[in-house]
């Protein structure tokens, strides 16, 4: 029957099929893919989108294992009638995504093709391009696997629907299925959770705005979704809302859905209610959950899609005890300082963040994301743009203690056999004003040729003139900023940058990496990335990421468990030297106020540039916890919000990082290691050189620090009314550029400020370059607008 090789032929031609077996072989095949798409066809059922409307609960769960929360399926889908969804969503919705759905047959084969060309290059399979096939993908929740198997049923399903099912019953189905964000499935829940209304109390301008939703919450919705991606901050995603509105609303003009008077009418976005309304997410419980989800999205365990689809158990690193007492810290002490009512111009839009991680594990063991999070967005323990001043400078030291200070006679590219490790002995002047060289004794100049000139806290000088030498540890205790800028510059910001990264901290969230001011903390870390850092310190140099899921389970079994990353990032001498500097800081420097009675405890005060934002961060052995506090309004209704001076805040001359964050970090701690043993931090072994270390005569009474204020009622922060000793030097050496002359005339050209825009500013601002006046005394700015101490 089949003559092949052709036995009448001889050759070449021998091997040349007939052309009835062509045929015979084309109509075959061709047969078969007909008799294949005909099983298909028959095979699949159209979808029901009542029986797969239903969203299950993720149960989330203490460290202890006790329940936390069940959330994820309280808002199931509500089912409505076409004739109850406005007409203009219909065609927002048509004009946006599929203008030809009343005539195309519901499928789209080039987005098929397309499809099938990403599976085959192992990409992931993309969604349906016409509203059938989006349709029948949501009504699919059952099955959401992106597998050649599961896109090969859907298009069988979608050419059935197309077939069989009436326009308009597919698009109310799709209506009613598809993911709006905020946990809302299908127009009602949507209409509820962004407008608190009906679906069918809509207007245009609010139908376009759902249509932009479905593009993806993530990215569109106005309260921002940070904790997911750090890009979709509420200002970027207002903007893409408006601009994807107005893009449905021109469209719906354009193809005669809507005329142009009342479009006329929607040139902005509408008003929309807080993004959550479930009393279960109130307080605390909401930034736990968003932290836990983010962290789930981020690290590919799951999509944001299937967790909205829910039937997870998630087990988490927090502590309920802990997260319960962080709370109380922080009341406590807004309720006793901070008055709006009495202080309108100083107390309103105060704000307090923390984290609190286990630096054994790197663990998150609690945090304080703001007063609720079902009246406050954003979660204070995440990314907030509050820099973190002079909490910023044991990244310095780690440097200096890591690679060491750069050999003023050789290039600024040096190896470490070239550099000098340096001691915590080491001196540095702590002159107010102080000229900042670069590293081999030439002034430092800014891109307009301005040189920097480095204040200190109160316009302070630290250590005995004329050259104010101290050493380092006294550096860090009284915070002297111009030392820790020139040990910057002596470093390398580059190396500076290096150790703060390798501490924990990203990347993204250091700013200012090229000026002077870097040093001293002009990026915005978030609480749980400086807690989590610090633990690296804790935990003699060894770096884990913070982290707040343990294990996910789900009802085929554990999907997820967490594995130890463990990073050697600094050495033991330098990790452990760093923690003995910093237990000076809170023995008889400016951290006083965090003692704990019996315990060691090693941590760094910060305040920024205007007063605009104060932390603590500090750690025993075990835990570490950073505590921010900050001006910030949180109506989003004010155009241009910025950070506020906090001048007179509290009925404080000025805030610092010595007043409320370590008041509050010393009632959390106090209570959350009670119970716990006592534990000592290792000895640190003796490390590198001390730099500058040449005698001076004549030593001269130094000059006093003044103290920093403290929070009314609670007691005062012990700063130490005497200023350090002076090492007596003589000369000047090959570090001569640590010699400074007397300043004369004014204080020179102000230069960069912090180079970090913001909320609500674009990130492409241009650094201020005067010098702001501040009121009162005891602030730390410097002239360049960076954070102090």
């Known amino acids: 029957m089949i003559d092949y090789p052709r036995y009448d032929r001889d050759g070449w031609q021998r091997w040349v099929p007939s052309w009835k077996l062509v045929s015979g072989l084309c109509v075959a095949f061709f047969g078969a893919l007909v008799a294949a798409a005909g099983i298909g066809y028959a095979w699949v059922d159209v979808p029901d989108v009542a029986k797969t409307a239903e969203a299950q609960n993720n149960v989330y769960y203490w460290a202890d294992g006790t329940q936390m929360v069940a959330t994820g399926g309280e808002r199931n889908r509500q089912i409505i009638g076409l004739e ?37 290059r192992g990409g992931e399979t993309q969604g349906g391009s016409t509203i059938t096939q989006q349709y029948v993908k949501n009504a ?72 932009a939703m479905l593009k993806g919450a993530t990215y569109y919705d106005p309260a921002g979704a940070t904790s997911i991606d750090p890009a979709a901050t509420p200002e970027a995603n ?12 021109d469209k719906m003009v354009e193809y005669n859905h809507l005329d142009q008077a009342e479009r006329a009418k929607f040139t902005s976005l509408p008003k929309v209610q807080n993004p959550r309304s479930n009393t279960q997410l109130s307080g605390q419980i909401g930034y736990l959950v968003d932290l836990a989800k983010s962290s789930l999205i981020k690290n590919d365990v799951v999509t944001q899609d299937q967790l909205e689809q829910g039937g997870y158990s998630i087990y988490t690193t927090f502590d309920r005890k802990k997260v319960e007492e962080l709370e109380s810290a922080v009341e406590k002490v807004y309720k006793e300082n901070i008055d709006p009512k009495k202080r309108p111009d100083t107390d309103t839009h105060v704000q307090f963040g923390g984290a609190s991680v286990d630096p054994k594990t790197g663990a998150i063991r609690a945090i304080y994301g703001g007063e609720d999070a079902t009246k406050h967005f954003t979660n204070n323990a995440d990314v907030t743009g509050a820099q973190v001043g002079s909490t910023f400078k044991p990244y310095v030291l780690a440097a200096a203690m890591k690679w060491g200070v750069r050999d003023p006679d050789l290039g600024p590219v040096q190896s470490e056999a070239e550099r000098t490790v340096v001691s915590p002995k080491s001196l540095y002047s702590g002159k107010n004003k102080l000229k900042i060289k670069e590293y081999d004794g030439s002034i430092w100049h800014n891109e307009k040729g ?106 085929d079994g554990p999907i ?20 003995d500097v910093l237990k ?27 007063n605009k934002s104060a932390w603590f961060v500090g750690y025993t052995p075990q835990l570490s916890t950073a505590i921010s506090m900050f001006r910030y309004p949180d109506d989003e209704t004010i155009k241009n919000r910025t950070f506020l001076e906090m001048y007179g805040t509290g009925n404080q001359k000025s805030i610092h990082g010595a007043s409320f964050p370590s008041l509050i970090w010393k009632d959390y701690m106090e209570d959350a290691l009670k119970g716990e043993p006592v534990e000592k931090f290792p000895t640190p072994e003796p490390i590198g050189e001390i730099v500058n270390d040449v005698p001076v005569p004549s030593p001269t009474p130094t000059v006093t620090e003044t103290p920093e204020a ?80």
């Open 84 to 120: 109850q969804i406005p007409k203009e969503m219909q065609n927002a919705v048509i004009s946006q995504e599929n203008k030809t759905f009343y005539s195309d047959s519901g499928i789209d084969p080039k987005g098929i093709a397309r499809a099938v060309f990403n599976m085959a």
């Open 584 to 610: 000076t800081v809170v023995e008889a420097g400016t951290g006083t106020n965090a003692q704990l009675p019996g315990r060691e405890v090693a941590g760094k005060t910060g305040t920024t540039d205007g």
């Open 450 to 555: 301005e040189e920097w000139l480095q204040k200190n806290d109160g316009d302070e000088s630290l250590g005995e003139p004329p050259n104010y030498r101290i050493d380092l540890r006294e550096a860090m205790q009284f915070s002297s900023n111009s030392a820790f800028v020139q040990l910057g510059m002596d470093v390398g910001l580059d190396k500076v940058k290096e150790a703060a990264i390798d501490a924990g901290l990203l990347k993204e969230s250091l700013a200012g990496t090229t000026y002077p001011s870097f040093s001293i903390g002009t990026s915005d870390p978030s609480a749980i990335r400086m807690a989590g850092s610090y633990a690296t310190f804790a935990a003699s140099g060894k770096q884990r990421d913070p982290y707040s899921v343990t294990k996910v389970m789900s009802k």
């Open 560 to 579: 997820y468990t967490h594995q130890d990353r463990t990073k050697q990032a600094f050495t033991a001498k330098v990790a452990d030297n760093v923690t």
């Open 710 to 789: 403290s929070p009314s009622p609670s007691p005062s922060p012990s700063q130490s009314s005497s200023s350090p000793s002076p090492s007596p030097t003589e000369t000047c050496g090959v570090f001569e550029w640590q010699c400074e002359e007397e300043e004369t005339g004014g204080t020179g050209p102000g230069g960069p400020d912090t180079g970090r825009p913001e909320p609500g500013e674009s990130p492409t601002a241009s650094p201020t370059e005067s010098e702001e006046e501040r009121p009162g005394n005891g602030n730390n700015d410097n002239l360049f607008g960076g954070p102090n101490g």
């Open 140 to 211: 699919m929740l059952e099955d959401q696997s992106q597998t050649i198997s599961r896109k090969v049923t859907e298009i069988f399903v979608s050419i059935k629907v197309g077939a069989t099912v009436p326009k308009n019953e597919i698009l109310e189905g799709y209506l009613n299925s598809a993911y709006y964000g905020r946990g809302a499935y299908g127009i009602q829940a949507a209409a509820r959770a962004y407008f608190n209304k009906n679906a069918k109390d809509l207007d245009a301008g609010e139908c376009a705005f759902l249509s």
């Open 238 to 249: 207002k903007k893409r809302a408006l601009r994807q509105m107005q893009d449905t609303l």
